[in-house]
């Protein structure tokens, strides 16, 4: 569970350490990022990789992932702990409306 921005997305979850990663192995379209933390630049760069959804272990309400996740129209649960220690691929449901990730 965390705090939710934009609509709900479903797809596969691609997991990334930190923006050095996420360059390295970028992430296909239709992916749903988990991050521990995304910072500016990584928010910056989900959107020019044209990434829709993020999902982040750490922040909240006034973190920097929530503003920018707003401000790039990103779809996004900050806060939800755990989104990480799921297995990559798992196709899951980013639920903004009950603010939970749902695996599928």
């Not at 401000?71 to 639920?95: K, N, Q, Y």
């Amino acid at each position: 569970q965390g705090l939710a921005i934009g609509p709900p997305v479903r797809g596969p979850l691609h997991i990334r350490r930190d923006l050095a990663d996420l360059l390295a192995r970028p992430l296909p379209a239709d992916a749903i990022l988990a991050m521990p933390a995304l910072t500016a630049q990584a928010a910056v760069a989900l959107h020019a990789l044209s990434i829709k959804a993020v999902c982040c272990e750490h922040g909240g309400a006034m973190s920097h992932a929530a503003l920018m996740a707003r401000e790039l129209g990103l779809s996004a649960l900050i806060g939800c702990r755990g989104c990480t220690s799921l297995p990559e691929g798992t196709p899951v449901h980013l639920d903004t409306r009950t603010a939970r990730l749902r695996p599928q």
